[in-house]
Nanobody
Framework: QVHLQESGPGLVKPSQTLSLTCAVS??????????WAWIRQPPGKGLEWIGG???????YNRPPLKSRTSISRDTSKNQFTLQLSSVTPEDTAVYYC????????????WGQGIQVTVSS
């Protein structure tokens, strides 16, 4: 059973950088054929893919957010991180990390989610 757990601040001020970490247990983030994603859900809206990192370390980012997004990993800690810079209130959302088996377009494991509010 793979377990994902998000952590980070619940409140970020506008123009600052949001940093979230997803700690993974029960499976390695370097296991072949898996992709580790960040997804968010703004209030009253649907799920929005932000980006992610593959088992080999290749990153993919949603084009509208690409200039503000940085995704990295620490294989020694079996975790991956999201940094979103220059945040605005429109970045307020529940942020999730999740795992996808590459080629399936299906996330099979999710973290519980973390509420992040951007406000001064």
């Amino acid at each position: 059973q793979v377990h994902l757990q998000e952590s980070g601040p619940g409140l970020v001020k506008p123009s600052q950088t949001l940093s979230l970490t997803c700690a993974v247990s029960g499976g390695s983030i370097t296991t072949n054929s898996y992709y580790w994603a960040w997804i968010r859900q703004p209030p009253g809206k649907g799920l929005e893919w932000i980006g992610g990192i593959t088992y080999s370390g290749t990153t993919y980012n949603r084009p509208p957010l690409k200039s503000r997004t940085s995704i990295s990993r620490d294989t020694s800690k079996n975790q991956f991180t999201l940094q979103l810079s220059s945040v605005t209130p429109e970045d307020t959302a529940v942020y999730y990390c999740a795992r996808e088996r590459i080629g399936t377009s299906t996330y099979d494991y999710w973290g519980q989610g973390i509420q992040v509010t951007v406000s001064s």
